[in-house]
């Protein structure tokens, strides 16, 4: 497994790696679900949502579960569910105190999220000093990103580190930089822009996951929690 010669910059998604959103989307898209007589969702499907804009994820619930609904219609069905739940939110194990140790170090840092800008308020809202600490946040919904061109798409990483750089005046290039993922598509979308890859699925995840070491291809490790992290390997 190759490491990067020297981390300059962490970019971070945040679904399901910073927050506990994940358990959220399914505790809400299972009450659809329930109402129309299907499901629950389980991680075989789950697996192939997760990174993915909102708009595309929702086609795929549609489709497999036969939900007689447009993708307006189940859209703000989810917008009203989950608003109510947003304010639960809280860090995952191990997140705060990384972002925080990362800024002590002076390491610049981006959020690269799939979320659209009020979708992130209203997930962050709440949780005080800890999203306060990063130097860029790049949304799914930002209009300097394609249509088209969410994750598996490196896009959002490059604008997440174009916008360190500008911050910073540095020229940090993509194989200096770790992103730190926890669905299949965010991990192809952080190979696919040439990064370090830290891996840390959902503890339930693990057993749909595949073959996790062809699918990092040396690009990357997989950890069972950010807690995990052995810093000092890769120079932080």
Request: with cysteine; glycine share 10%; aromatic share 8%.
């Given at each position: 497994?190759?490491h990067p010669v020297s981390v300059k910059a962490c970019l971070f998604d945040m679904d399901g790696l910073l927050i506990n959103t994940e358990d959220i989307y399914t505790e809400t898209l299972n009450e659809?679900?329930?109402?129309?007589?299907?499901?629950?969702?389980?991680?075989?499907?789950?697996?192939?949502?997760?990174?993915?804009?909102?708009?595309?994820?929702?086609?795929?619930?549609?489709?497999?579960?036969?939900?007689?609904?447009?993708?307006?219609?189940?859209?703000?069905?989810?917008?009203?569910?989950?608003?109510?739940?947003?304010?639960?939110?809280?860090?995952?194990?191990?997140?705060?105190?990384?972002?925080?140790?990362?800024?002590?170090?002076?390491?610049?840092?981006?959020?690269?999220?799939?979320?659209?800008?009020?979708?992130?308020?209203?997930?962050?809202?709440?949780?005080?000093?800890?999203?306060?600490?990063?130097?860029?946040?790049?949304?799914?919904?930002?209009?300097?990103?394609?249509?088209?061109?969410?994750?598996?798409?490196?896009?959002?990483?490059?604008?997440?580190?174009?916008?360190?750089?500008?911050?910073?005046?540095?020229?940090?290039?993509?194989?200096?930089?770790?992103?730190?993922?926890?669905?299949?598509?965010?991990?192809?979308?952080?190979?696919?822009?040439?990064?370090?890859?830290?891996?840390?699925?959902?503890?339930?995840?693990?057993?749909?996951?595949?073959?996790?070491?062809?699918?990092?291809?040396?690009?990357?490790e997989l950890l069972c929690s950010l807690e995990k992290l052995e810093k000092a390997k890769y120079g932080l």
């Amino acid at each position: 497994m190759t490491h990067p010669v020297s981390v300059k910059a962490c970019l971070f998604d945040m679904d399901g790696l910073l927050i506990n959103t994940e358990d959220i989307y399914t505790e809400t898209l299972n009450e659809t679900l329930t109402e129309f007589g299907k499901g629950p969702l389980t991680w075989d499907v789950k697996i192939q949502l997760q990174g993915l804009p909102g708009p595309e994820a929702g086609k795929k619930v549609i489709q497999y579960y036969e939900l007689p609904m447009t993708l307006d219609e189940y859209d703000r069905r989810n917008v009203a569910l989950q608003s109510l739940k947003w304010g639960t939110c809280e860090f995952l194990p191990g997140a705060l105190d990384l972002l925080k140790y990362l800024k002590t170090k002076g390491i610049p840092i981006a959020l690269c999220t799939s979320s659209n800008r009020s979708k992130f308020y209203g997930k962050t809202g709440h949780l005080g000093e800890g999203f306060d600490l990063f130097d860029a946040i790049v949304t799914g919904d930002d209009p300097k990103i394609p249509k088209g061109r969410g994750k598996p798409f490196p896009d959002v990483w490059q604008l997440g580190l174009k916008e360190l750089n500008e911050k910073f005046l540095t020229d940090i290039t993509p194989d200096e930089c770790i992103v730190f993922e926890d669905g299949i598509p965010g991990v192809k979308s952080a190979k696919a822009f040439g990064a370090h890859v830290i891996w840390v699925p959902h503890p339930e995840a693990h057993a749909v996951l595949g073959d996790t070491e062809a699918l990092l291809a040396g690009k990357g490790e997989l950890l069972c929690s950010l807690e995990k992290l052995e810093k000092a390997k890769y120079g932080l």
